[in-house]
């Protein structure tokens, strides 16, 4: 029961407006879920899942395809969602997904977010960085970084730079396994206005005088 209602859920997803979409019955086979959907939103849904599989698929539901069609493979069972009586919508190959080699890679670069937690006994401390997004990013780093870093917790957004340890997996999605920090900036959090009230005000600058700045800019360029 906690398995189907795990399924049930991921599907939801896919199918959005969650309000209007409902369970009926579970048909006799293989635990065979009945929805219904609501007349009323039923065009919705349907161009709603017929962009799944494709590059303008919501982000929430493609998540969810990836989940089901994960647990479809540690169950050692495949699926299809079609409509019934009708023609077959999306297909969960499951366990007949052909797996890409798992791959790792350990790359340098940076990452951009919110302190959200620093902790750890250990000489490397763990802690989590957040983006505008809600994504959030494993990191870890010394001791004397995550002091510094402990007083951004909640705050401003933060620069950190190290290496990432990226894994790619089965749906030849790369994730992010950790990141050790080894340096960090705060961001400038000026706003863009005072920036440009500023670089006016700079000492020796002839943009006020030029009529037209952006034409001179182009100039610039074409030399």
Known sequence: MARLAEYLARLATVFGFQEHVHFLKVRKGSAIPEIHVQETTAPKVQARLKLVGTADAPEDAVKSVQHINAMLREDNASA????????????????????????IVHEAGELIGTVIRVGG?????????????????????????????AHHLFGDMVRVQGTGKWRRTPERVWELDGFRVKSWEAIDQTPLWDEVNALRATEGSLWNEFADPQAELRKLRET
């Open 80 to 103: 299809v969602l079609w409509v019934k009586g009708g023609a077959q919508i999306i297909q969960f190959p499951g366990c007949k997904t052909p797996l890409a080699e798992e791959a």
């Open 121 to 149: 006994k250990d000489e490397t401390v763990p802690l989590l960085l957040q983006d505008t997004d809600g994504a959030t990013y494993p990191c870890t780093t010394t001791r004397a970084i995550a002091r510094e870093l």
